[in-house]
Nanobody
Framework: QVRLVESGGGSVQAGGSLKLSCSVS????????TAWFRQAPGKEREGLAG???????TFYSESVKGRFTISQDNANTVYLQMDSLKPEDSGMYFC??????????????????WGQGTQVTVSS
């Protein structure tokens, strides 16, 4: 059973930074990819960044490339460093796990396991 728990959300002013953490547990073969998604009110869920649990290969959406960095310090904790935050980055941030690579985030359907989310609010 794969379990994901997000933390680190909060409120920040535009231009500021936040670092989100995702604690992941369960068999590694069921979570070869871990990724971050966000959903703003009234909008579809958007993929942001993904990383391979073993390969450490990363993928980013164009909307966050150069501002957000996904990383992991072991197979159990994945981070999302968010810099130069904008008001449009506000939303609920989720981490998710998929059993197969590649760890792209164009679609969320490969991701079978999801956390409860952590709220990020960026004020102008």
């Amino acid at each position: 059973q794969v379990r994901l728990v997000e933390s680190g959300g909060g409120s920040v002013q535009a231009g500021g930074s936040l670092k989100l953490s995702c604690s992941v547990s369960g068999p590694v073969y069921n979570r070869l990819c871990t990724a971050w998604f966000r959903q703003a009110p009234g909008k579809e869920r958007e993929g942001l960044a993904g990383i391979g649990a073993i390969s450490h290969v990363t993928f980013y959406s164009e909307s966050v490339k150069g501002r957000f960095t996904i990383s992991q310090d072991n197979a159990n904790t994945v981070y999302l460093q968010m810099d130069s935050l904008k008001p449009e980055d506000s939303g609920m941030y989720f981490c998710a796990a998929a059993p197969r690579a590649p760890c792209t985030v164009v679609e969320d359907t490969p991701y079978e396991h999801w956390g409860q989310g952590t709220q990020v609010t960026v004020s102008s």
